[in-house]
């Protein structure tokens, strides 16, 4: 079993759609969990943490369920420019402060 | 925003050689350094953490002998790869963490794409 698993994708959604991601975690002590953007042949860039109580960010808004051990986002009203594979990412447990991605979720803007 | 740097971003090598590439955080001191490796359509794998000063410590099944990481100053980290073969091919992220980052925060360089002929 992967440690972090995604939906590969991808989701084609026109602009205005709002769109949701999942994600799934192994690792029950993990402490901190991210969500970062990727575009095509680009490095990975943090979109935004994601805490406990759900947070959000303009129109986007992350959630996290610790029991489930699964880690949401969402995006509304979406953009052309949105169109990227989103990767979720966790902090393992120890101290080495590594990050575990999963193998991302493609996302398609249509006009 | 704090910037990593990578050079070269892009390099074609035959088979049999060995290619180094080097990693550097522009504006900030990097008490660690992550590499990282892409295979299209996959997910970022690490590599090796590597903290200056010291050894890198590398992730199952990754070669230390293969990729050579050294991490010589606070700002700089290379990956050797050598005597590479066309299953190197691949693309290689580095990314750098200082003080003050929340856990898990780093910032990446913008990679490096290796093809072996």
């Known amino acids: 079993r992967k440690e972090v698993e995604q939906d590969p994708g991808p989701f084609n959604v026109p602009e205005g759609a709002t769109v949701a991601f999942n994600c799934t975690y192994s690792?029950?002590?993990?402490?901190?969990f991210f969500w970062y953007r990727q575009d095509c042949r680009k490095e990975p860039k943090l979109l935004m943490s994601v805490y406990s109580s759900g947070n959000e960010d303009g129109r986007f808004t992350a959630q996290l369920n610790r029991a489930s051990q699964y880690i949401s986002l969402l995006i509304r009203d979406s953009k052309l420019s949105d169109s990227a594979t989103y990767l979720c990412?966790?902090?393992?447990?120890?101290?080495?402060?590594?990050?575990?991605f999963g193998s991302g979720t493609r996302l398609l803007v249509r006009p | 925003g704090a910037v990593v740097s990578q050079h070269p971003s892009w390099v074609i090598c035959k088979s049999g050689t060995s290619v180094k590439i080097e990693c550097r955080s522009l504006d900030f001191q990097a008490t660690t350094m992550f590499w990282y490796r892409q295979f299209p359509k996959q997910s970022l794998m690490l590599m090796a953490t590597s903290n200056e000063g010291s050894k890198a410590t590398y992730e199952q099944g990754v070669e230390k002998d293969k990729f050579l990481i050294n991490h010589a100053s606070l700002t700089l980290s290379t990956l050797t790869v050598t005597s590479a073969h066309p299953e190197d091919s691949s693309f290689y992220i580095c990314?750098?963490?200082?003080?003050?980052?929340?856990?898990?925060?780093?910032?990446f360089g913008p990679g490096t794409r290796l093809t072996v002929t």
């Open positions: 990314s750098a963490r200082t003080s003050g980052l929340r856990r898990g925060e780093q910032y």
């Open positions: 990412v966790v902090n393992g447990e120890d101290s080495s402060y590594k990050l575990i």
């Open positions: 690792n029950s002590a993990s402490q901190s």
